[in-house]
């Protein structure tokens, strides 16, 4: 999997949200996206799964985003938002599972063995058995979101793009999520606001700050403190030994 970003720009009633990004993103990793608010993270993400409309810009395995139908599209990318679609909140956990799986279904077409098959998996992976058949609205936000996390991974795709997974999630939960996110064979696109968990799991960091791209790289490279106190405008302390620890 390979997403090409080339010159985007990106702006609001005369406000400047994107500015001339340049990207290449490539191969089965975690690529964290970090900044201050404001910094475009969300907007980029939206560019890339195609909320917000482009032509000739972002390419995914050199074909421009524009030209894929939804659903070849939604086959090879998997999204979860900081904000989810409404989702009725009267069906199972299993059920919103198998929602992952429409891409690849027409619309009489019945779930078969592989489809409850990357469901029981999903379910295992994020340890959800005791879930399966409670209903939606009978759970916490932390326990949603790993729900949600679980659908993403029953789609099956080769890009997956988080915003903010970890939101509502504990940090034992948070941990867990990342370190899935790491086996998962699909080039991972994730925004964090937490720099300890990017410094730990993400294989790749890019930095944006005001719209524009501030720095693309390895998280030792990125998490500087010269960078993150240019970036975040507040003044960091990194301790690399015995481990990395980033203060401030």
């Not at 970090?34 to 995914?60: M, Q, R």
């Not at 985003?65 to 979860?80: A, G, N, T």
């Not at 005791?130 to 029953?154: N, T």
Request: hydrophobic share 40%; aromatic share 8%.
């Amino acid at each position: 999997m390979k997403v090409e970003i080339k010159n985007l720009d990106f702006e609001v009633n005369q406000n400047k949200i994107l500015n001339d990004i340049n990207l290449t993103l490539e191969g089965n990793k975690v690529i964290g996206i970090l900044g201050p608010n404001g910094a475009g993270k969300t907007s980029l993400l939206k560019h890339i799964y195609k909320e917000v409309h482009t032509e000739d810009k972002i390419f995914i395995d050199g074909v421009d985003i524009s030209k894929y139908d939804s659903k070849e599209f939604f086959q090879k990318v998997s999204i979860l938002t900081q904000f989810q679609k409404e989702i009725d909140t009267n069906l199972m956990v299993e059920d919103v599972l198998l929602m992952g799986r429409y891409p690849y279904k027409t619309l009489l077409s019945k779930y078969d063995e592989l489809d409850y098959r990357l469901v029981d998996e999903a379910i295992e992976t994020l340890n959800l058995s005791h879930l399966r058949h409670r209903f939606i609205k009978s759970l916490s936000g932390g326990e949603f979101q790993r729900v949600m996390m679980a659908k993403v991974l029953v789609t099956h795709p080769e890009l997956i793009i988080l915003d903010e997974p970890t939101n509502h999630l504990d940090i034992k939960y948070k941990v867990e999520l990342m370190e899935i996110l790491r086996d998962v064979e699909a080039l991972t696109l994730v925004s964090l606001h937490d720099l300890e968990l990017a410094t730990k799991f993400c294989d790749e960091i890019l930095l944006l700050k005001d719209g524009s791209l501030v720095k693309q790289g390895e998280p030792k490279e990125i998490l500087t403190e010269k960078l993150l106190s240019n970036t975040f405008d507040i003044k960091y302390k990194i301790i690399k030994e015995p481990e990395f620890i980033i203060y401030y």
